[in-house]
């Protein structure tokens, strides 16, 4: 890992040099993401596109690559750090190897609903997580939301012993990988790209994801039963080069800005929006979804609550505490 830090740092160096140099010329921008562009984080990547060429014109030129095109989830970090592109929103859940605090983020059952969410991210901590990760040359701008997830599997998943020795594909992260071993699951850590094969050929089970990412990913071929458990927080930050930041003019890092903040708000405004479009999809498709009685949701939020405990020291008992604060309270 050090060796990759002192490579990195090497190869950014060349990589910005050019920024300055080249005034007369576009800035090419590259933001890449893993998703489909009909996703909330799809839709805002475009809107960002289209208000940062409208208010700096002739001045940058932004390309979106949606689908894992140019980078997926294992090397997109990396190549932001290299130059090779200059914005991503990874999820919250795939920033574990920077920072240990956005684990919080994965706990079950946290969040009750988006608004706790964003209480929590205009407030003091969770906006001071923006910059957890700029001593490693990340610099956090905004939050967008996708929204709450869901299981599915090939059977329906309505207690916690329904889950025992399924196979569930997990982002890449620990707190994931607890919570399904609660319940006596085996979860997978697997690229998003890589899911929707792993689905049909079987060397998963089942997997946890908001509506727009299972019905844009066509799990609903592959997966017989979804359960409405909303019982975690698919969330992203978008980061971009703290280094390629800085040394942007202020015009143009001005601009950047008031075109991450109109993206951020289509983000908000359409992610709800397209995950009931997904949802009601998903009902009209083969597969069938489950609700949960509020007993149901009671066992499985019992049986993963141990994942808190574990976590605590790692996240801060305090970050822990402020989420939880706001995290029922909407
Ligand atoms: C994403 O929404 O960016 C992908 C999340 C995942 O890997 O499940």
């Known amino acids: 890992m050090r060796r990759f830090w002192i490579w990195a740092a090497a190869a950014a160096a060349f990589a910005f040099a050019p920024v300055a140099a080249s005034a007369q010329q576009p800035i090419i921008i590259k933001f890449s993401h893993v998703v489909a562009d009909a996703t909330p984080k799809g839709q805002a990547a475009i809107k960002f596109k289209e208000v940062a060429e409208q208010l700096l014109p002739g001045k940058v030129k932004v390309e979106v690559y949606p689908n894992s095109q140019l980078f997926g989830d294992a090397k997109e970090v990396e190549a932001l750090l290299l130059g090779d592109v200059h914005f991503i929103a990874p999820s919250l859940s795939k920033f574990e190897k920077f920072t240990k605090v956005l684990q919080v983020y994965d ?106 990412n299972a019905y844009s990913q066509k799990y609903q071929e592959v997966q017989s039963d979804f359960t409405e458990s909303n019982h975690g927080l698919l969330d992203y930050m978008v980061v971009t080069n703290a280094k390629w930041w800085n040394g942007l003019s202020p015009e143009i890092r001005e601009g950047l800005t008031k075109a991450m903040k109109e993206a951020t708000a289509v983000n908000n405004k359409v992610a709800d929006d397209l995950n009931k479009e997904a949802k009601g999809k998903i009902a009209a498709s083969k597969a069938k979804i489950h609700q949960l009685t509020p007993e149901q949701r009671k066992k499985w939020q019992q049986a993963m609550e141990p994942v808190w405990k574990k976590f605590e020291k790692e996240i801060g008992p305090d970050v822990i505490d402020a989420a939880q604060k706001v995290g029922n309270s909407s």
Do not use: I
């Open 107 to 212: 706990l079950p059952f946290l969040f009750a609903d988006m608004q706790a969410v964003d209480k929590f991210q205009d407030g003091k901590v969770g906006q001071d997580m923006l910059k957890s990760m700029e001593k490693k040359g990340l610099l956090g701008l905004n939050y967008w939301h996708n929204g709450l997830k869901q299981l599915s599997a090939n059977k329906p998943l309505l207690a916690p012993e329904d889950a025992k020795g399924v196979k569930f594909r997990v982002q890449s992260s620990d707190v994931l990988v607890s919570q399904f071993q609660a319940v006596n699951a085996n979860p997978q850590k697997l690229a998003f790209s890589e899911v929707y094969q792993a689905l049909q050929t079987g060397a998963v089970d089942g997997q946890e994801n908001t509506w727009s």
